[in-house]
Every structure is written in C-alpha cells, then in structure tokens.
C-alpha cells in the first residue's frame, strides 16, 4: 500500500496516526518538534456543559464515548495513564449565568450530565462560589503532553515519525511526492498556521493566543477539575493548572499581553480563597475556525491533499471520532459529514 504523509504531530495528527495504525495502512508523519504548542499544553478537559451559556457540548455522547474507548485502548498498549476521569464542577460567575442555569438545569436532556445535588458543593473556604453551582458527568481530562510523547516514541519504534519541515509537496495525478517518496495523500495537520496555506484562504480562520499557568495552592485535597472564573485542573503531583486567556488578534504567538496575563491571574484570584504560587507559564495559538467545529476534507483543487484542523478547545473530546471520520473517508471513499466538510466552506 502507498503511505500516507502526515503533517504535524499535535492532537489532529497524532490521533489521525493512531487510527491509520489500526487500520494496517502505512504512514509517515513528520513535525517540527517546536517545544510549546497548543497540544502540548492544552488542559485536555473534557466536559459535557460549557461556555458561557451553558449549553451542551455539540454532539457529547457520541464524541465522549469514542474518546474514552481510545484513550483506554492507548493506555492499555502503552502502559501509562492518559486520561483521568473525574468530576467536573462548574461555579456560576454571577446572577446572570445563575438566571440560565435556572432555565436550563430542569430541561430533561441535562439530566443524564448532572450529578445529584450536594450539600455543599466545594469547600468555601477554598473556592469562592457567590452564585452557586453544579457537578457534571462524565468528564475528565488527558494529559496531552504524556500522549503525545509516549505516542511519538511508539511511532518512532516503527520507523513512521520523522522530525522536520514540509514546505511545498509535488502533486501528480496519481500521488504526492515529498523529500523523494511517494504518498497517496498528504494530511495537513498544522493548526493554526494552516491558515497561510493559499488553499485554505477562504477558511474563516479566528484562532486565538492562549495562557496557561501552572500553580500551587493547598486545595485541601481537591481532585476534580473547578471550573469558574477559570479553570482549575489538579494534577497527580500537587501541581495545579490554570487557565486561559483569550486573546484575538494577536502578533507573537508565544507572548501574551500583560494585560492578558493580569486578568487570567484576577480571575484566579476570584476562584480562590488561598495564596497561590504561579510556578510556570506556557502560551501558544489555538486554532479555531469560525463557525465551525472542526474541518476536515481535500483541500479545493487538489485531489492528493487533504486538512484535518479547527479543534479547538475540544480537541481531546473530539479527534478520536473525527479522525476515524476522516480515515473513512479517505480510504473507503465514505462521506463526510457537512458540517465538518472543507467543501462546504
């Protein structure tokens, strides 16, 4: 079987490999190992609520089935933790939000995402919780940087993950050719630096600059992941991470403004009562795609390349389904969903 070419490592292109991987279809896929991206710092969580509104997550059940099934599989091969399953408790931010969530707590598709009430819901002298709030299941969250690396070096072990740049490829008829080798077709899996690529320029691409901060703060004993003002993730080592910021425009992908950093560590402030120590802090782009949930497909006027991107903030609850989707259809020929179609942009 003619391979197929792989462009860039993060979450899109490492679980596109997986999923070749189980389909027996040789592969190569190549990245530029730059040292902070938005994969590799991303908090993994994985919730059926969100945003501000609170609604739910676009198509959850279906997603977090599959990711679950996959990262379970993944750590049984690899022999290592990845996903954590926990709890996700989401603090109101203020009367408004508490006026939604009146509205849509009782409505009987929330149902099967809520845990029953608790008498107290966090401890309050630890978390600030003036509106109030609620504990959803099943959530959780992956540590991204462990899958990546352990999903790297088992790839490396087979001879199909390469270090490196792709700039231009050949197309032909009939295949691609890069650095002297022939693929069927070649994925670009490059986030949000896949907006430069003249193929794409009809793409509404809104991505955006992103902070997270690594802490610590005694929780007193606190393991599910708080979100309110921020997010909260507690980590098995005593260490916490915090975020994000959310900045559009933005220049230098891995500066964040001062402002940006001040208010992600006001909004810290207001979810806890108890000094923090901020131990670190990591920024890359996020590659968001407006209006869309993701994007997959061949890029227009080119039968031998395709994209895989627009991941988003749910990049771990969605790239199991949406790369097995992809694989479909680019070995079996199979439809892709319109909603996730580069063609319907």
Request: glycine share 10%.
């Amino acid at each position: 079987m003619t391979p197929l070419l792989i462009i860039g490592g993060g979450l899109a292109g490492t679980t596109l490999a997986w999923r070749l991987w189980e389909r027996g279809q040789p592969f190569l896929l190549v990245d530029r190992d730059a040292p902070v991206t938005a994969s590799k710092i991303a908090a993994g969580l994985v919730t059926p609520i969100t945003g501000m509104r609170l609604g739910l997550s676009w198509r959850y059940a279906l997603f977090h089935a599959e990711a679950v099934a996959f990262y379970c599989a993944l750590e049984a091969r690899l022999g290592r933790a990845l996903y954590h399953e926990t709890p996700v408790v989401r603090l109101l931010r203020s009367e408004w939000q508490a006026g939604i969530w009146a509205k849509r707590c009782d409505r009987p598709e929330y149902a099967p995402y809520l845990q029953p009430p608790h008498a107290t819901l966090v401890d309050p002298e630890v978390f600030a919780q003036p509106f109030g709030g609620f504990e959803q299941r099943p959530g959780g969250w992956l540590d991204t940087a462990a899958y990546l690396n352990a999903s790297r070096a088992f790839f490396e072990s087979l001879g199909c993950w390469r270090t490196g740049e792709v700039g231009a490829i050949d197309e032909t008829p009939d295949a691609v050719r890069w650095n002297d080798r022939e693929f069927a077709t070649a994925i670009w899996c490059t986030g949000w630096q896949a907006a430069q690529k003249p193929e794409l320029s009809g793409v509404p691409f809104q991505s955006a600059r992103g902070t997270i901060l690594t802490l610590r703060a005694d929780t007193r004993g606190e393991t599910r992941v708080i979100s309110g003002a921020c997010w909260l993730v507690p980590r098995g080592d005593g260490s916490l991470r915090a975020g994000p910021t959310y900045e559009v425009p933005f220049t230098e992908p891995h500066t964040p403004s001062p402002e940006a950093l001040a208010g992600l560590e006001q909004k810290l402030g207001d979810l806890l009562r108890v000094d923090v120590r901020i131990t670190d802090r990591q920024t890359a782009v996020r590659p968001i795609v407006r209006g869309r949930e993701a994007l997959l497909g061949r890029l227009p006027g080119r039968a031998h390349q395709a994209c895989f991107n627009g991941l988003a903030s749910k990049g771990v609850l969605r790239a199991p389904w949406l790369a097995q989707h992809l694989v479909a259809h680019l070995l079996d020929g199979a439809v892709l969903d319109p909603d996730l179609d580069l063609a319907g942009i």
